[in-house]
């Protein structure tokens, strides 16, 4: 049933801040099944299901992401490859969202007792710089109405339990610039250079695990031109919050010393912050360890960064947990095994039903 719904969701365009075409066809898709939308100001999708006599009690709210890392220009064509579906996006975040588009179709065919309102979302901004603005949003706004949140994110057979923290800045490097043999200006470029070998010999430790990645560099304008401006997109990461905020600060402080050093001047923009840690989801856990055991379906916990990230500075039990198999993931050769989609559905469903029967507190 998923299948019905994926490739057209997968062939929809969806990069970070440029979700609306992807989230007007859930919108519809939703719609058509009989439900009403709700379409938040930063762009979120949300249907509440909250039977009479549940008006009040916290709900569950699932969410998957609508954006992609793939950029308006990529082909984003799903062809079928020996019973997988390959194609940029179409498991991240695309096959999630069928899954859960396929659990309001099934709802509608196959109702459920609903004993505590069930909220589903398709929300904005979980990939690159989105920050995850539409899972933080939906959370500040509706915190307490809600009882748990659940990303529905990743392939099946995995729950992310604990949130990796993430602070990202772009940093932009700027002096006079200046012809390569006619002016003696200092060079941005070379005070990118003189930041990025900084940074990368700043200490990290071990355990708990955390990294730093310049994942973007560029500047310059020409061959016989002293670079005038140059930027670095900078992206930190660690399991434990003290050592995220000491990493922060030694960071920034590289940062500004290439700067000075070089004699340019600097321009720094925080541009993440994702907070990390406990998310709070033991009881959490317990419904998607049995939805899995009953479906057979062997589980592991892992540390990541997700949505439910979002849900950390408001003391929401929360949970990050996949509905489908695949790999290749943030790559355009990214696949899907079709027949994974099936159980991912049928492993949503009895987390549902489980948490009417023990909701999370």
């Known amino acids: 049933m998923p299948l019905t719904y994926l490739t057209r969701i997968a062939q929809t365009p969806a990069p970070t801040f440029h979700e609306e075409r992807r989230a007007d066809l859930i919108a519809g898709l939703w719609t058509d099944l009989g439900y009403a939308v709700e379409r938040d100001e930063v762009g979120n999708v949300l249907t509440r299901l909250t039977p009479p006599g549940t008006e009040g009690l916290p709900a569950l709210l699932l969410a998957s992401h609508l954006d992609t ?197 600097l321009h720094l923009e925080r541009v993440g912050d994702r907070p990390g840690g406990d998310l709070r989801g033991e009881a959490l856990l317990d419904l998607v360890r049995d939805a899995s055991r009953e479906g057979r379906v062997d589980l592991r916990v892992a540390s990541s960064s997700t949505d439910a990230n979002a849900a950390v500075p408001h003391d929401l039990p929360a949970l990050a947990a996949g509905v489908y198999r695949g790999g290749n993931a943030h790559r355009t050769d990214e696949w899907v095994q079709a027949s994974s989609l099936a159980p991912g559905l049928k492993f949503l469903r009895r987390v549902v039903e489980l948490y009417q029967r023990r909701p999370v507190r």
């Open 69 to 265: 890392v793939f950029d308006a220009d990529t082909d984003v064509t799903v062809r079928e490859e020996g019973g997988r579906l390959v194609g940029p996006g179409v498991g991240d975040n695309s096959a999630s969202l069928a899954v859960m588009t396929a659990l309001l179709r099934d709802l509608r065919e196959r109702p459920l007792t609903l004993r505590r309102p069930l909220w589903i979302a398709a929300n904005v901004g979980e990939e690159g710089l989105g920050d995850l603005r539409g899972a933080k949003h939906l959370i500040r706004t509706h915190r307490p109405q809600l009882g748990a949140f659940l990303a529905v994110d990743g392939y099946l057979g995995i729950a992310v339990t604990r949130a990796v923290g993430v602070r990202r800045y772009r940093a932009t490097f700027a002096g006079p610039g200046g012809h390569s043999w006619g002016d003696q200006a200092p060079s941005a470029l070379h005070a990118l250079g003189r930041a990025i070998s900084a940074l990368y010999a700043l200490h990290l430790p071990v355990n708990p695990r955390t990294t730093l990645n310049v994942g973007v560099a560029s500047g310059g304008t020409s061959v016989n031109s002293i670079a005038g401006t140059a930027d670095l997109l900078l992206d930190l990461r660690s399991l434990d919050g003290e050592v995220l905020s000491d990493l922060d600060r030694r960071a920034v402080a590289a940062l500004h010393a290439a700067a000075r050093e070089a004699g340019v001047k």
